[in-house]
């Protein structure tokens, strides 16, 4: 599922709307999960799961085709964990 996928399904299951209008409200709604991620704060979604921002630390790694020994600069990673919920929805 795309960006627009998701604009045409705002679009038919909200009334009152234009297209237009639904797609500035998924770019609203994308804008202020990206904000809320980049300063590093958890976002929990209800029945959905939750989104959160994790540092993961420096690292040593090894260069596949040479076995040379590189460092892995630490670095921030997004993880989600989806609810009960969800998981239930998808396994019945």
């Given at each position: ?35 809320t ?38 670095r ?17």
């Amino acid at each position: 599922m795309t960006k627009a996928d998701i604009i045409d399904k705002v679009y038919e299951q909200v009334g009152g709307f234009s297209k237009k209008e639904a797609a500035e409200i998924v770019e609203a709604v994308f804008d202020t999960i990206k904000e809320t991620l980049e300063r590093g704060e958890k976002i929990k979604i209800s029945g959905f799961g939750n989104f959160l921002v994790r540092q993961k630390r420096s690292r040593v790694g090894r260069n596949p085709q040479t076995g040379e020994e590189i460092t892995i600069s630490s670095r921030r990673v997004l993880t989600f964990k989806p609810s009960q919920v969800l998981k239930s929805a998808l396994n019945s």
